[in-house]
């Protein structure tokens, strides 16, 4: 076959009309030097920013709908040569220090000539009103690493690569940036957000290296193991990834199995028998299962706490002072918590888990013991202050975090000052931060874990609350009563009937029924879209007087789809937030005043997965959008906003660990894989004030009926067991 014969545009990119955020496929109008009307080009476009000068590679096209467009299959930045083209690419916050009322100073001071003049002659610039030296340095200093970057883009535009990774590049490696790229490619998948292996992957084979070659085939097995993490396995059997890694390489097996092996000599990865043959591990998650199972083994060997408290009198005291009536099981937490050096307490919503700790608490405290709070994120450790009146930490901050040092302060060197520490929403504990916390908690001191086992597991590898219950090593205290105040709402009494595999009494929201807890009956998936966004903009208002900006949240089971988080974003961005300050950036619009979440831990900035918070300044000047998280404001430079995506709807994975007055729930076949009982009960659970479940019956239906166990390979259950031979299968429901 001929090859493809392409045609080449090149003008200022006027204005962005459409952004898919799923795969940057984006219907923008250029503006081409001796054309009277704007050009419509369309194609994967994932950086570009009106003002700039782009010159693209691909052919015309006749669309039925639209007309004549320009399809796009590469494209690069240009330095623009037109004033308008300059003004807007200056103004457009590539340069830090410049923004859209400098970049017109300049262009009205010095025409044609000002990039030159930024380039060759940057003193010039202190003639121009409002630039003193401060100002001037920053300029340079940006100007330099602004060429530095586009030499790295270049390069790996030329090998394929898009230039969204150009800056994170820059900024990892500086200078080196080529040499380090020419040397090792697949070192970008690890040390840089964002790029993945396949990225990683098609440099390598770009710059020459064999498809067969050793260090690619290590790479790639590498890749899947971590992928296989971020699934929730711990390990993976040898034959399982062997398979896995040469399908995603499309190499021979024995390639494979070669490189396994190598990485085991070099400890990269380690094996060990297992009842699925041999069991992989990345190296990380072998020590910290280990170090897991270790320290809880020698916390449980410990011995009891002290015996200093008459334990039922505390009991009666504690029921005085709070004016009520514990029940057995109540009791029975409590006397566990006073004697052992480790507890797991679990129940579902209602079930008095809040009321145990505020009556351990005040118990220990008159004996003057020492206790710390933590939870695994920032917003169940505020859920867990609340419910105490206590300070809860996270259990980053609890155990001091550096970024300068990428290390814990607190650990078995330096251990917490505490006689108890107690974890609530321990199901979302992976294995590398349980190893962590554990290596903190000094050898007299005791800990409680609290959480709710029949959630979904931890996002990260492992499914350590469950596997600790499933141990046995570990008194457990489950509780099932649910107390009178919980019983008068209808979303407590439907998350239990969810749990138990029954279908939830729901108010029908269109008959104006009265209660927490409703169902907005819907067919297809685009009404299901289209009534959410009625209930977000008038009919939750409405009827309940809910604030949708700072009240409601959309929980749905999946990114993708009419009804999936991603689309759900953007309609309900347009919705609740149609206009004001904006910025497009790596495929996604960020408007003043967006609800947005966190979806990586930053350990330099103090925010984590997970976190949700508001836009409250764009700055194109300085390159810088700051976001407030509870009452904290937080800054990111253009580059990051890659770690930040909108949060109307999130996913309820994502929601793991949070409470919101209001929730709404998508709920339709289109999400037929997802539609799990877990799922579908952790959704619940997250409302305090009010649930709406939109869709339909049958998928509510499969949902209830849909205990199906998701395999997790960890180890931790069967390294607990005293009489351990072989590490065994954990069984996981997970997303």
């Known amino acids: 076959m001929p090859a493809q014969s392409y045609d080449t545009l090149q003008g200022t990119l006027e204005r962005i009309t459409y952004i898919n955020e799923e795969n940057h496929y984006v219907v923008a109008k250029l503006q081409v030097p001796g054309r009277r009307d704007l050009a419509t080009i369309v194609g994967s476009l994932p950086t570009v920013t009106p ?17 004549e467009q320009f399809k796009v299959e590469a494209f690069e930045t240009i330095a623009p040569a037109t004033l308008t083209g300059i003004e807007k690419y200056l103004g457009s916050g590539l340069i830090k220090g410049i923004g859209p009322i400098f970049a017109r100073k300049l262009v009205e001071a010095f025409d044609v000539d000002t990039l030159r003049i930024i380039e060759e002659e940057p003193s010039r610039l202190l003639t121009v009103d409002g630039i003193g030296e401060v100002r001037l340095q920053r300029i340079r200093a940006a100007w330099e690493e602004q060429k530095e970057i586009r030499e790295v883009m270049i390069f790996l535009q030329g090998h394929g690569v898009s230039s969204a990774y150009a800056a994170k590049i820059f900024k990892t490696y500086g200078k080196s940036s080529i040499a380090i790229v020419q ?4 070192r970008l998948a690890k040390d840089i957000y964002g790029i993945g292996f396949k990225t990683a992957d098609r440099i390598a084979q770009a710059i020459g290296i064999e498809p067969h070659s050793p260090m690619r085939v290590e790479a790639g097995v590498i890749h899947v193991l971590t992928e296989l993490a971020g699934e929730g396995h711990v390990y993976y059997p040898l034959d399982g990834l062997t398979k896995a890694s040469a399908g995603i390489l499309e190499v021979d097996e024995d390639l494979t199995t070669q490189a396994i092996e190598r990485l085991r000599r070099e400890e990269r990865v380690i094996c060990e028998p297992g009842l699925q043959g041999v069991a992989v591990y990345l190296a990380s998650l072998y020590a910290a299962e280990e170090g897991v199972a270790r320290r809880l083994q020698a916390l449980a060997e410990g011995g009891a706490l002290p015996a200093d408290i008459d334990i039922e009198r505390a009991i009666l005291w504690s029921e005085q002072v709070n004016r009520l009536s514990l029940a057995e099981q109540q009791k029975e937490a409590i006397r566990e918590a ?41 917003r169940a450790a505020k859920r867990m202050s609340e419910a105490t009146g206590r300070e809860a930490k996270t259990i980053h901050r609890l155990l001091e975090f550096s970024p300068k040092d990428g290390r814990f302060k607190r650990d078995q060197h330096r251990p917490l000052d505490a006689d108890l520490v107690i974890v609530d929403e321990a199901s979302m504990i992976d294995v590398v931060l349980m190893n962590s916390l554990l290596k903190a908690i000094p050898p007299a001191a005791g800990l409680i874990l609290v959480g709710d086992v029949d959630q979904l597991p931890s996002v990260g590898p492992g499914a350590i609350l469950r596997d600790i219950i499933a141990s046995s090593l570990i008194q457990v ?27 939830p009494f729901c108010a029908d929201w269109e008959a ?12 297809e998936a685009l009404e299901v879209q289209a009534a959410i966004l009625e209930l977000a903009s008038s009919g939750l208002p409405t009827r309940h007087r809910v604030d949708p900006l700072e009240e409601l949240q959309i929980l749905s089971p999946m990114q993708k789809g009419p009804i999936g988080a991603m689309q759900l974003n953007q309609a309900l961005q347009a919705l609740l937030n149609p206009s004001g300050p904006e910025l497009l950036r790596a495929g996604r619009l960020y408007r003043l005043g967006d609800r947005v979440m966190q979806i990586r831990n930053n350990y330099d900035k103090d925010v984590y997965n997970g976190d949700i918070g ?5 700055d194109l000047e300085d390159r810088e959008v700051t976001v407030r998280f ?12 890659d770690e930040l995506v909108l949060a109307y709807a999130v996913t309820i994975h994502k929601s793991q660990g949070s409470e919101y007055p209001v929730v709404v729930i998508p709920v339709h076949t289109a999400h037929y894989v997802m539609l799990q009982r877990n799922l579908l009960y952790t959704a619940i659970t997250r409302g305090r004030r009010l649930v709406v479940l939109v869709g339909t019956k049958k998928a509510i239906a499969i949902a ?10 960890t180890g931790l259950a069967s390294r607990l067991q005293k009489d351990r031979q072989e590490p065994v299968l954990s069984l996981a429901l997970s997303e």
């Open 51 to 67: 003002g700039e000068t782009l010159k693209l590679t691909g052919e015309w096209v006749q669309h039925n709908r639209y007309g």
């Open 183 to 186: 040397e090792n490619p697949y």
């Open 338 to 378: 006073l004697i052992r050096k480790l507890l797991v307490i679990t129940g579902g919503p209602g079930t008095g888990k809040t009321t145990i700790l505020r009556c351990i608490l005040q118990i220990l405290e008159k004996k003057h013991r020492r206790m710390l709070l933590c939870s695994p994120t920032g």
């Open 477 to 503: 205290i489950r509780l099932s009563e649910i107390f009178r105040q919980a019983r008068e709402s209808q979303i407590v009494i439907n998350a239990h009937r969810i749990n138990r595999g029954e279908f």
């Open 512 to 523: 104006q029924e009265q209660g927490d807890c409703y169902l907005l009956a819907k067919q």
């Open 614 to 618: 508001r836009i409250v300044k764009l």
């Open 630 to 641: 509870d009452g904290r404001e937080v800054t990111y430079d253009f580059n990051e906003l």
């Open 704 to 713: 209830v009926k849909n205990q199906k166990i998701q395999l997790r390979y």
